[in-house]
């Protein structure tokens, strides 16, 4: 049973950083590449960010140059470095695991999830 759990979400103002973790257990992270999403209010769900197991990132077009995501397979956990955070930015954030070797924002890939954390930007 693979578990996930985000953490570090809150408000936060526009300029402002915000560092997101997802701690994985039930099973080792070495083997899974983990996807960022986000869903808006009244939006649909998108990609934010991926990271594979090998290391291979990718970034949704909205965000490159703002986020960094990373991982740390010795404590199960992979971050999301956020910086200059626009209102635009304003979700509930969420991390989810696939087996697949090449990184993908498609959500349809990724079997397991966490339950969200909320990221409000305003002033």
């Known amino acids: 049973q693979l578990q996930l759990a985000e953490s570090g979400g809150g408000l936060v103002q526009p300029g402002g950083s915000l560092r997101l973790s997802c701690a994985v257990s039930?099973?080792?992270?070495?083997?899974?590449?983990i996807g960022w999403f986000r869903q808006a209010p009244g939006k649909e769900r998108e990609g934010v960010s991926c990271?594979?197991?090998?290391?291979?990132?990718n970034y949704a077009d909205s965000v490159k140059g703002r986020c960094t995501i990373s991982r740390d397979n010795a404590k199960g956990t992979v971050y999301l470095q956020m910086n200059s955070l626009k209102p635009e930015d304003t979700a509930v954030y969420y991390c989810?695991?696939?087996?697949?070797?090449?990184?993908?924002?498609?959500?349809?890939?990724?079997?397991?999830w966490g339950q969200g954390t909320q990221v409000p930007v305003s002033s």
């Open positions: 989810a695991a696939s087996s697949q070797l090449i990184p993908t924002m498609w959500s349809g890939m990724y079997r397991y």
């Open positions: 039930g099973s080792t992270l070495n083997y899974y590449s």
């Open positions: 990271i594979s197991s090998s290391g291979s990132t």
